[in-house]
């Protein structure tokens, strides 16, 4: 068994952030990093579609511990490629990366103090044991191995080529070719304009519009401080006031949806007409119901006004040998099918956890800061943001993950457990991620924990909130218990309280 003070499970943008957060704050600790794939970078390795880029901007995407230097500030997903791997190198977070290695199951013993993981060799189909002290889950939300497969009757009829975005075959060669692009989500406003270049024609086929900004893919503040500033104030600096803007212009969605609406719209009409915005971009929902789509430089716009870019809004009737018949009976022809209806989300990357023998119905825990769970020991999960920029909230958790860990070393402690307090058991569970309602999330946010309505088990999407709650409140808040080995329960679960109830009559 390989043994180590620290396991971190993700080798993408979250998990190399967080070792070198650990790296840093916590120098005496050994740890590695997991990964399941062979290479460094996660989402932004894994995803090689046309076009793939950022939907948030990289001062804010980026770390806070690294500047981002290129002039676009919307990346491709090579450039973030090659920021992950160079943080890696330049913090020698490579040396201890071990690939091919997927989480399978951790079992934790109070007895031990100590987290027990099943790992699989990809390569092999062998598995491996290994031990930690602290658990640290950076694989994100998403299920990369299979996504989500809308029921669209007779996709196998198709005779043409079939894409997936996460599948995308990097020697596939569509020039000349009719391309349509089934979804109305960030893959599939990244993907239309990038192969409308070189295709014959493409089609964007979307059940239902979604709100798109335009903004420039370069932040000319940002590139002018640069000229004239030490360059981690300057990156600062534009972190700060693209953090701002974030949050300024999500809270107005939330107190003015209206008229928030209008100027989204209105952006809209000046790039492509009333006719094309109210068939096309005008959704049903209020803004940041759903996420935003960002477009850089207006280039979906561009492509629509050229005549390279058709749009189809309806639902789709059936899949034919040779394209997409709508139920209006509308025929869009088709060389190349690409589905771009999204992904499946994936707890934990689908490992299952036991403590002391009990398996873990996550479902049925509260989620303490958005980071562990109730009842579960010296375990930390990195999610990001859903409003803004996921790595915003992933240097807050490896953060809190630090304090957490140097705290335990300072009171002399082996385990640290988040747990409801009397008062807090029978509250009103609510669901993990709120007012936020895209189909991937409502589709399986039943098997996510739950949170409450008080802190600290509230999960608020909100960086300055999260600040105050994460970077700055007390850790012995009296609802995370730091324990020796040994010692698990200080209080009774919720079941056990609905049973003494019941039994006392």
């Given amino acids: 068994m390989q043994n180590f003070d620290v396991i971190i499970v993700g080798a993408g943008l979250s998990g190399i952030g967080a070792a070198v957060h650990l790296q840093r704050d916590c120098p005496r600790k050994t740890y590695t990093v997991l990964d399941a794939r062979n290479a460094i970078g996660g989402t932004w390795d894994l995803f090689r579609y046309p076009g793939v880029r950022s939907d948030s901007d990289m001062h804010t995407l980026g770390y806070d511990f690294k500047p981002w230097r290129e002039a676009k500030s919307i990346a491709d997903g090579p450039s973030i490629r090659r920021y992950v791997c160079e943080t890696a190198k330049e913090f020698g977070i490579d040396r201890h990366t071990q690939f091919g290695k997927k989480l399978r199951s951790a079992a934790w013993s109070t007895e031990q103090s100590r987290w027990a993981l099943t790992v699989e060799d990809v390569a092999s189909g062998a598995t491996e044991s290994y031990g930690c002290r602290f658990l640290e889950l950076c694989s994100g939300y998403y299920n990369y191995d299979q996504p989500y497969e809308p029921e669209i009757t007779g996709v196998r009829d198709f005779k043409g080529a079939l894409l997936r975005p996460q599948f995308w075959p990097e020697s596939l060669d569509y020039s000349g070719k009719r391309v349509v692009v089934i979804g109305s989500g960030a893959t599939a406003m990244t993907v239309v304009p990038s192969m409308a270049d070189k295709a ?15 903004r420039p893919d370069q932040d000319r503040i940002a590139n002018t401080l640069r000229k004239f500033l030490p360059e981690m104030l300057a990156y600062r600096i534009t972190r700060f006031k693209n953090t701002r803007l974030q949050a300024y212009i999500y809270n107005r969605t939330r107190t ?25 971009f005008t959704p049903t929902y209020n803004p940041w119901d759903q996420r935003l789509c960002l477009i850089p430089n207006a280039d ?45 989300l994936l707890l934990l990357g689908g490992a299952t956890f036991t403590v002391d023998g009990e398996t873990v119905d996550f479902p049925n825990t509260v989620s303490y800061k958005g980071m562990m769970y109730s009842d579960v020991p010296n375990l930390i999960q990195t999610f990001g943001y859903i409003n803004a920029s996921w790595t915003l909230r992933a240097d807050l958790t490896a953060e809190y993950a630090c304090r957490v860990i140097n705290h335990m070393d300072k009171l002399g402690v082996a385990q640290v457990t988040p747990r409801l307090r009397m008062q807090e058991i029978n509250a009103e569970r609510r669901p993990w991620i709120e007012d936020f309602s895209a189909g991937y999330m409502q589709r399986l946010m039943h098997l996510f924990p739950k949170q409450l309505a008080t802190d600290p088990w509230r999960n608020t999407q909100n960086f300055d909130l999260d600040r105050k709650m994460v970077r700055h409140a007390a850790l012995e808040d009296g609802a995370l218990i730091f324990s020796r080995s040994g010692v698990l329960r200080s209080l009774p679960t919720r079941t056990e309280v609905t049973q003494e109830a019941v039994s006392a009559g």
Avoid: C, W
């Fill in 200 to 214: 014959a024609h493409v089609t964007m086929v979307q059940r239902s519009p979604t709100y798109v900004v335009s």
């Fill in 256 to 280: 003015s949806p209206d008229r928030m609406r209008d100027l989204l719209l209105s952006g809209v009409r000046k790039a492509i007409g009333e006719d094309q915005t109210r068939k096309h």
């Fill in 300 to 344: 979906l716009f561009e492509s629509i006004n050229a005549g390279k870019v058709d749009m189809v809004t309806g639902n789709i009737d059936r899949i034919t040998v040779d394209g997409v018949r709508m139920q209006d009976r509308t025929e869009v022809k088709a060389d190349i099918l690409v589905m771009a209806t999204g992904l499946n």
